[in-house]
């Protein structure tokens, strides 16, 4: 299954993984022939999905966790010659528009009609329709990962040493790991939250050390809010690292 954004919705791409005997997976974008396939979807065959793990919608940055999915055949890059023609379905899913005039408030009135934003997938696979656009969010993650490399340690690479790139990314790779499990120990939020967040609020911590009695104590400050975040995460590694002596 090769799976991509719409800047890997290409005939040549489609047309190299279907001579390898690979499915496609690849979001269209927004193009007249596209627009028109998705206008021909039928009201009754909208399917109502209501996602457990709400996800960041591509266009607008906002948390989607309900939403409405239909499919349509399609044959792709039918304007390109008959050889890198692909034939295969749309998998759409389609979201309410946020309208400023809905909110309750005095003097602002409703929408007349639903508007509707459109996401469309160009499937090859044999999958079942909701199967298939569960398995094309997943290529999200590994994406969002990269993100979140570039704005830490991976903004430093690539340097002109192979060897030294490969240790960085090693290393990169350590610290992003026990980040994500330091945020997973802290609490809900953090389990979320990006290894920049991670870092600002329960590694880069406001704090003084203080020996008395052989014993260091973390001074925190006053009204820190991620005091219990980090009492939380301390409490977790402490159990951890203390295990009961084994019998002899």
């Known amino acids: 299954m090769v799976r991509g954004d719409s800047k890997f919705y290409t005939a040549?791409?489609?047309?190299?993984?279907?001579?390898?005997?690979?499915?496609?997976?690849?979001?269209?974008?927004?193009?007249?022939?596209?627009?028109?396939?998705?206008?021909?979807?039928?009201?009754?065959?909208?399917?109502?999905?209501?996602?457990?793990?709400?996800?960041?919608?591509?266009?607008?940055?906002?948390?989607?966790?309900?939403?409405?999915?239909?499919?349509?055949?399609?044959?792709?890059?039918?304007?390109?010659?008959?050889?890198?023609?692909?034939?295969?379905?749309?998998?759409?899913?389609?979201?309410?528009?946020?309208?400023?005039?809905?909110?309750?408030?005095?003097?602002?009135?409703?929408?007349?009609?639903?508007?509707?934003?459109?996401?469309?997938?160009?499937?090859?696979?044999?999958?079942?329709?909701?199967?298939?656009?569960a398995d094309h969010r997943g290529h999200a993650i590994i994406e969002q990962v990269i993100a979140d490399g570039k704005g830490s340690a991976l903004a430093h690479l690539p340097s002109s040493s192979f060897s030294s790139n490969a240790a960085w990314a090693t290393l990169w790779a350590i610290a992003h790991n026990l980040t994500r499990a330091a945020g997973i120990l802290a609490g809900t939020f953090h389990a979320k939250a990006t290894t920049a967040t991670i870092r600002a609020h329960l590694v880069n911590v406001p704090a003084r050390l203080a020996r008395r009695a052989r014993r260091l104590t973390l001074h925190l400050p006053e009204r820190w809010p991620w005091q219990a975040a980090f009492e939380q995460l301390h409490a977790a590694v402490g159990a951890l690292l203390i295990r009961p002596s084994c019998p002899a």
């Open 12 to 133: 040549e791409l489609a047309a190299a993984a279907r001579r390898a005997g690979a499915y496609v997976s690849l979001t269209t974008g927004s193009n007249p022939s596209v627009n028109a396939a998705i206008a021909t979807i039928l009201e009754e065959e909208w399917a109502p999905i209501h996602y457990p793990d709400a996800f960041v919608d591509p266009d607008t940055g906002e948390l989607v966790s309900d939403a409405e999915v239909a499919q349509i055949p399609y044959v792709a890059f039918a304007g390109k010659p008959k050889r890198l023609h692909a034939e295969g379905r749309l998998v759409v899913r389609r979201v309410k528009r946020r309208s400023p005039a809905t909110g309750g408030a005095r003097g602002q009135q409703g929408e007349l009609f639903d508007v509707w934003r459109h996401h469309a997938v160009f499937i090859t696979s044999p999958f079942q329709m909701l199967q298939a656009e």
